[in-house]
Nanobody, 126 residues
Framework: QVQLVESGGGLVQAGGSLRLSCAASGRTSSYVAGWFRQAPGAAREFVATISWSGRNTYYADSVKGRFTISRVNAKNTVYLQMNNLKPEDTAVYYC????????????????????WGQGTQVTVSS
């Protein structure tokens, strides 16, 4: 089992920045991590993913060039640095994890993930 706790959400003006953190506990060896988000009335959508090794990352087109996913395995923590935020980035952001035998695997499909956090609200005002 892997438990995930997100933090770092809040209210920010358009053009501002936030850094989300996802702290993992439990069986934290070799897991792929991803960030997803869900706006009111919308489906949960992929934002970014990172392999266990950290060498591979992949982003949704809507956030490419503005968001950066990273991880520090020694701290069991995954980060999402969000810059140049836009009102359309407003959503609840969820961290997800999947234990995987490959240190270089990464997934954008939400159905590939086994563990989810409770989410953290990000609100961007115009």
């Amino acid at each position: 089992q892997v438990q995930l706790v997100e933090s770092g959400g809040g209210l920010v003006q358009a053009g501002g920045s936030l850094r989300l953190s996802c702290a993992a506990s439990g069986r934290t060896s070799s897991y792929v991590a991803g960030w997803f988000r869900q706006a009111p009335g919308a489906a949960r959508e992929f934002v970014a993913t990172i392999s266990w090794s950290g060498r591979n990352t992949y982003y949704a087109d809507s956030v490419k060039g503005r968001f950066t996913i990273s991880r520090v395995n020694a701290k069991n923590t995954v980060y999402l640095q969000m810059n140049n935020l836009k009102p359309e980035d407003t959503a609840v952001y969820y961290c997800a994890a999947r234990r995987d035998y490959s240190s270089n695997a990464y997934y954008s499909d939400r159905n590939r993930y086994d563990y989810w956090g409770q989410g953290t609200q990000v609100t961007v005002s115009s």
